[in-house]
Every structure is written in structure tokens, then in C-alpha cells.
């Protein structure tokens, strides 16, 4: 079997699976396991995605009110690579290719017709399905790798008063969590409270962060990884009432890598509940998932 992965979720799947022997490609941001890099990328984002976190919105948002794809396909390559299945999403035009790119560009240059796996969850039950149908649709059993997601997730909260936790998934403008995000919060024990669980995110006034007055603050950028994130620092002191939000007042912000996992409805879930936990019990940074504010 071949296997083209057009999201980096699905490319984790994928090889969490055990699958890694059959992909031939994989989206310009498929970075994990590491030896995907290796593959050749079928995907590359139309515009330029650089400049800072608002330079970034402003880009996207201009391409989406004038009907821009962000990101184009490869045909050639697609065409050269023969797949017999490809797993892409349908989820958010920002994040990767939409579904509506894939099936025009297999209509384009596949006679073959692979079979399309779309990924679109909405929560952790969807992202335990997600690993079902992936497995489904290349012959992999997924019943392990949902057990072990399941086990590391979902195993009791130790916390005593759920701390509120505002998680931060943009900075400028300010949005809170989406989508599976508030759920993966609640089950390491906290509250959400710039975010509700099933929902997309959606852009909050900057007074919104000192109005919801967390305990914790939690800084994981769609898409960044922490070194990217610490670039923004300013853009957070910077907020209206920054300094009496009880958070920072604790010195409990902390900044997470949100590319690596949040960000990734796949099996890393369970690593992003086990940051979770670490934050909320106030643990020393590991400087790979997260970092403490306020120990820079």
C-alpha cells in the first residue's frame, strides 16, 4: 500500500499505526517522526507565512475573504506517487490543505481514484475515531493505539480546586482554545475559560485575558513551537491589566509547544494532557515541551 499524508496528525497516525514503511509523502509540515522529513512534500503554502503573529492573521484573513487557497498541491508529484490512499482534512483551511484541493487534484491526475480518509475532529472521542478510520482504511489495527491514548488521557485529574486556565491559541489578535482543546484542559483537571469544547476559536478583544482573570495562563500558538512563541513576549506584557491577572501575579504563565502538540489531534494528545498536568501542578520546565515565564 501507498500512503500520501497531506497533515501532520494524520502523518502521526499514520506511524503510531505502525505504517511509516508505507508513506511515499507528506505535507510540507510533517515533521514527526523525524525520519518523515525524508519523504518529498506534496504541499506548500501560497503566501508567506512569517512576519508575526498579526502580519500572519492579516494574510490569512485576506486570503480567505477573497476565496485564496493558503496552500497548493503538488500535482506532479502526486500523480508520480501513485497512492492508494491519501488521508488529508476538512477542518480548517488554515491549517492544510482543505479536502476540496485534494479531490480536485485527484480528479486531475488519478484515473485511479485512491481512497480519501478526511480527518475533522471536533473532540478527543472524534480524535480516537480519527485513529480508527486511518487504521481502517490501510489495514492497521488501531485498537492499541486508542487503548494507550485512552489510558494516558482520560486516567483521573489529581488536582483538588480545578484551577481556570486561559490557553492561549494566538496571541495578536488574542484567541483562546477550540475545538478538542477545552476538553483536553478539563481532563488534566482544569477549567477553560476563554474557550468552549467543540467550538472553533474565535478573536478576543485584548482586555479579554485580564477579564477572565485565570489562574494559569497557558501560551501555545497554532503552529509554533516554543522558540517562535518567546519571540511574541511582548505582544502578552503588553496586554491591557497584564500584571494583576492572578496568573502572572503567581507567576504561573507558561509557554508550551503547541506546533508539537496541542495543535495535533493525534496520538501526542496524551503527551499534551501529561503538559498539561506538569503546568498545573506548578513542575520545573522541562525546556522542550514548555517553559515558565518567569523563569526567563
Not at 491549517?95 to 484541493?101: E, F, I, T
Not at 488574542?174 to 474557550?195: D, F, H, Q, Y
Request: contains cysteine.
Amino acid at each position: 500500500m501507498r500512503i500520501v499524508s497531506l497533515i501532520p496528525s494524520a502523518t502521526e497516525i499514520v506511524c503510531a499505526l505502525g505504517a511509516r514503511i508505507d508513506l511515499v509523502g507528506r505535507s510540507h509540515e510533517c515533521d514527526f517522526p523525524a525520519d518523515v522529513t525524508g519523504l518529498p512534500a506534496l504541499t506548500r503554502p501560497r503566501l508567506p507565512l512569517s512576519g508575526g503573529s498579526r502580519a500572519i492573521d492579516e494574510a490569512v484573513t485576506r486570503a480567505l475573504t477573497d476565496g485564496i487557497a493558503i496552500y497548493e498541491v503538488d500535482l506532479e508529484l502526486l500523480a508520480e506517487l501513485r497512492p492508494d490512499v491519501i488521508v488529508t482534512q476538512d477542518q480548517c483551511e488554515v491549517c492544510a490543505a482543505s479536502l476540496a484541493q485534494v479531490e480536485e487534484a485527484v480528479c486531475a491526475v488519478l484515473p485511479s481514484r485512491p481512497t480519501i480518509v478526511s480527518l475533522k475532529p471536533a473532540s478527543l472521542s472524534d480524535a480516537y475515531e480519527d485513529v480508527r478510520r486511518v487504521g481502517a482504511a490501510i489495514g492497521r489495527d488501531a485498537a492499541s493505539v486508542v487503548a494507550a491514548m485512552q489510558l494516558w488521557i482520560e486516567r483521573p485529574a489529581r488536582t483538588v480546586t480545578p484551577p481556570r486556565v486561559a490557553f492561549l491559541e494566538w496571541v495578536d489578535p488574542l484567541m483562546g482554545p477550540g475545538l478538542w482543546t477545552p476538553e483536553t484542559i478539563a481532563v488534566a483537571g482544569g477549567v477553560s475559560v476563554l474557550g468552549e469544547a467543540g467550538k472553533h476559536t474565535v478573536k478576543r478583544a485584548p482586555e479579554a485575558l485580564a477579564a477572565a482573570a485565570p489562574d494559569i495562563i497557558v501560551v501555545a500558538p497554532c503552529g509554533y513551537p516554543i522558540e517562535e512563541s518567546l519571540k511574541e513576549l511582548d505582544l502578552l506584557t503588553g496586554l491591557p491589566g497584564w500584571a494583576d491577572i492572578p496568573a502572572v501575579k503567581a507567576g504561573r504563565v507558561a509557554i508550551a509547544d503547541g506546533n508539537a502538540y496541542f495543535n495535533r489531534p493525534g496520538p501526542r494528545l496524551a503527551d499534551s494532557v501529561e503538559i498539561l498536568r506538569d503546568i498545573y501542578a506548578g513542575r520545573p520546565s522541562d525546556g522542550i515541551r514548555f517553559v515558565w515565564l518567569k523563569d526567563l
